[in-house]
């Protein structure tokens, strides 16, 4: 039990294109979701926050124009990254907290972007 | 500030030796503490959390974990490392916010013959 999936496992893009990422819960509902950033030999940075239904919180100089996140349901959240460029190459990680998980979050598998 | 400290950025262990990696917590209330493993390419795996309780913990893939307040520790432990276990690990803790996760930077564990 409690799996996220990721989609797509990686993307190619050109500058200044829009890339869409999917997170999605399989067996379980997913209240939180929530988005980190990865570098290559680094740890994991917190982009934002999100609750199925609600405005997506964001970190400190994260920027919600850039990074758009849609929490449309309890097993769905979308990062998509707009207008991106080759700084926003990275390893994209979601996870998900589903009701009477306590604080236990779920990783999916990762995304990675290469923006040329 | 809470903060989580990895000081070990590499290790290696012959395979069959015993393994810790150390983390230390910095952090205002009771933790929830987490220890993940990343395999190259991956995503996280939970490995074991402590919550409350039993002090000791017991995870998956024979790992474990002690928690020790008056140290504000967390270090993770098995008593006989394989192959399959080199990946990078990290130690977690829960922010002030309740509920997102604040990591450490990581230690990478290299096994050897």
């Known amino acids: 039990g409690a799996v996220v999936s990721q989609h797509p496992s990686w993307v190619i893009c050109k500058s200044g294109t829009s890339v869409k990422i999917e997170c999605r819960s399989l067996?379980?509902?997913?209240?939180?979701m929530f988005w980190y950033r990865q570098f290559p030999k680094q740890s994991l940075m917190l982009m934002a926050t999100?609750?199925?239904?609600?405005?997506?919180?964001?970190e400190q100089g994260v920027e919600k124009d850039k990074f758009l996140i849609n929490h449309a349901s309890l097993t769905l959240s979308t990062l998509t990254v707009t207008s991106a460029h080759p700084e926003d190459s990275s390893f994209y990680i979601c996870?998900?907290?589903?009701?009477?998980?306590?604080?236990?979050?779920?990783f999916g598998p990762g995304t990675r972007l290469l923006v040329l | 500030a809470q903060s989580v400290t990895q000081p070990d950025i590499h290790i290696t262990v012959s395979e069959g030796a015993s393994l810790e990696l150390r983390c230390n917590y910095s952090?205002?209330?009771?933790?929830?503490l987490f220890w993940y493993v990343q395999s190259p390419g991956q995503g996280l795996q939970l490995l074991l959390k402590y919550f409350s309780g039993d002090t000791l913990v017991q995870g998956i893939k024979g790992f474990e974990a002690e928690f020790k307040r008056s140290q504000s520790s967390f270090n993770l432990r098995k008593p006989s490392v394989h192959w399959s276990d080199a990946a990078e690990y990290f130690c977690?803790?829960?922010?002030?916010?309740?509920?997102?996760?604040?990591f450490g930077k990581g230690t990478s564990l290299l096994v050897t013959p």
């Open positions: 996870s998900a907290r589903g009701m009477g998980q306590q604080e236990t979050q779920y």
């Open positions: 999100s609750n199925e239904g609600s405005k997506a919180t964001y």
């Open positions: 952090y205002g209330a009771t933790p929830y």
């Open positions: 977690a803790v829960n922010s002030n916010s309740g509920y997102a996760l604040n």
């Open positions: 067996d379980f509902q997913a209240t939180t």
